[in-house]
């Protein structure tokens, strides 16, 4: 039988590979080998699965990349970008599927609101941990997220190597300027 987590996994799969109009009970049976039933064990029906698939999304992209930063102690934003780096391939296409998602839909329009709220303020939180300038904190932590926002647009995908020299690029100081 399989877990809830199992459901819920299952169906960022199904997000990231076909999108949102690919999720359905049916597809997530097929996926998992199992029956209607086994899914009506979990949820009470898509509406339920779909807030449980959003919160599943929430926790693991968003809430479990800060704690681990966190628990690293050090440096926070140098493990936050080699913690996300060393995911894209896990959930390559997902982010998409969900932003997509979420120009059809409000409640996950709310969900993704919440989660680039969060992303941003933790990345704000990062750079003044890091000494950077109050004034410039807001900015960095939007340049910072809408590269990785960016990048995962782009087709062919942007590679990890690649991406972390955009990062560490947008982290050192521009030659021959100072802060204004």
Request: glycine share 10%; aromatic share 8%; hydrophobic share 45%.
């Amino acid at each position: 039988m399989a877990s809830k987590r199992d459901w819920l996994d299952a169906g960022l799969a199904i997000l990231a590979e076909a999108g949102a109009p690919a999720l359905t009970v049916e597809e997530l049976c097929a996926r998992l080998g199992l029956t209607k039933g086994s899914f009506y064990h979990h949820f009470r029906g898509m509406g339920g699965y779909k807030g449980d698939l959003l919160a599943h999304f929430e926790t693991h992209y968003t809430t479990r990349y800060i704690d681990a930063a966190e628990q690293a102690g050090g440096d926070r934003l140098a493990r936050l970008m080699d913690l996300v780096l060393e995911d894209t391939d896990a959930h390559a296409g997902l982010e998409p599927a969900v932003r997509a998602w979420a120009s059809q839909d409000a409640e996950v329009r709310a969900v993704q609101a919440r989660v680039d709220r969060a992303r941003t303020d933790y990345l704000r939180e990062l750079w003044l941990a890091t000494g950077g300038a109050e004034r410039d904190a807001t900015a960095m932590a939007r340049l910072l997220y809408l590269v990785l926002v960016g990048a995962e647009q782009v087709v062919p995908p942007i590679s990890d190597g690649a991406l972390r020299e955009v990062y560490e690029l947008a982290l050192r100081p521009a030659p021959g300027r100072g802060h204004r």
